[in-house]
């Protein structure tokens, strides 16, 4: 479809496949240049951010829980500030260098979730996330990627501990969005797809057509197999080294 829809050559296309196959695209083409399911960029990044797991889950051997966040918030800090000068590089604006700080986002809301005791929802949560949403979408470019993984981890937090937010966000409807999201291709192809429609119809379809067949065959199911052995052997290797345990007591 792709050779059809938009007249490339399989010998334009196959360096672009074989460097998706091996998820190198991004860092020898760049994130979108020749890409042949170009919203499979991401994937690359989070089988780059199962790589370091092991070495990041260092932070958790720290015992001491403030010690712990603190230097977790400022590694966060300090990802995020170096990390601004790559956004004009293709090779590592879409790389775990440059979204290195939204991972740890991730840790410190699990780390939260591990230690928690006895969580109370309030409504107070609630209008914590009703003044910081809005941040999500008018934060600027530059300052928003240093702030925003900060927003993330307050928001996440609302979203387990806020009366209302707990109830839009374990919905039903919202959960399987949010699966789609990740594993089907619809919603995915819109963030890509989204600038063709506002250069009319015909523009869209055919991009998107050239697209179908590339996203439904090529990462999707790599990507959750690959997940499944990554992180299986990260969990043996952290509970190895009781580093889970020790974040925890």
Same mark, same amino acid.
């Given at each position: =479809?792709?050779?059809?829809? !938009? /007249? +490339?050559?399989?010998?334009?296309?196959?360096? *672009?496949?074989?460097?998706?196959?091996?998820?190198?695209?991004?860092?020898?083409?760049?994130?979108?240049?020749?890409?042949?399911?170009?919203?499979?960029?991401?994937?690359?990044?989070?089988?780059?951010?199962?790589?370091?797991?092991?070495?990041?889950?260092?932070?958790?051997?720290?015992?001491?829980?403030?010690?712990?966040?603190?230097?977790?918030? #400022?590694? =966060?800090?300090?990802?995020?500030?170096?990390?601004?000068?790559?956004?004009?590089?293709?090779?590592?604006?879409?790389?775990? !260098?440059?979204?290195?700080?939204?991972?740890?986002?991730?840790?410190?809301?699990?780390?939260?979730?591990?230690?928690?005791?006895?969580?109370?929802?309030?409504?107070?949560?609630?209008?914590?996330?009703?003044?910081?949403?809005?941040?999500?979408?008018?934060?600027?470019?530059?300052?928003?990627? $240093?702030?925003?993984?900060?927003?993330?981890?307050?928001?996440?937090?609302?979203?387990?501990?806020?009366?209302?937010? &707990?109830?839009?966000?374990?919905?039903?409807?919202?959960?399987?969005?949010?699966?789609?999201?990740? +594993? /089907?291709?619809?919603?995915?192809? *819109? *963030?890509?797809? +989204?600038?063709?429609?506002?250069?009319? $119809?015909?523009?869209?379809?055919?991009?998107?057509?050239?697209?179908?067949?590339?996203? #439904? &065959?090529?990462?999707?199911? +790599?990507? !959750?197999?690959?997940?499944?052995?990554?992180?299986?052997?990260?969990?043996?290797? #952290?509970?190895?080294?009781?580093?889970?345990?020790?974040?925890?007591?």
């Amino acid at each position: =479809m792709q050779a059809v829809a !938009a /007249h +490339r050559s399989l010998s334009d296309m196959t360096p *672009h496949l074989l460097t998706s196959f091996v998820y190198m695209h991004n860092l020898v083409f760049g994130g979108f240049p020749g890409a042949v399911n170009g919203v499979a960029w991401s994937l690359e990044v989070e089988v780059q951010f199962y790589v370091l797991v092991p070495l990041l889950t260092v932070l958790f051997t720290i015992r001491n829980a403030r010690i712990r966040r603190t230097l977790t918030l #400022v590694i =966060m800090l300090i990802a995020g500030l170096l990390s601004n000068p790559l956004y004009g590089s293709l090779h590592f604006h879409y790389s775990i !260098a440059y979204y290195l700080a939204f991972f740890l986002a991730g840790f410190m809301v699990c780390d939260f979730y591990l230690t928690r005791q006895n969580w109370q929802k309030s409504y107070v949560w609630d209008a914590i996330a009703l003044a910081l949403w809005p941040l999500v979408w008018y934060l600027g470019k530059y300052t928003g990627h $240093v702030v925003l993984p900060f927003v993330i981890v307050v928001l996440y937090l609302t979203a387990f501990r806020g009366k209302i937010c &707990s109830a839009v966000f374990s919905n039903p409807v919202i959960t399987n969005i949010g699966g789609m999201c990740y +594993r /089907h291709l619809p919603v995915p192809l *819109h *963030h890509h797809l +989204r600038r063709e429609a506002l250069n009319g $119809v015909t523009a869209y379809w055919r991009k998107f057509l050239g697209l179908l067949p590339a996203a #439904v &065959s090529s990462h999707p199911p +790599r990507a !959750a197999s690959t997940e499944r052995r990554i992180l299986c052997l990260n969990r043996k290797t #952290v509970h190895g080294s009781n580093l889970a345990a020790e974040a925890v007591e």
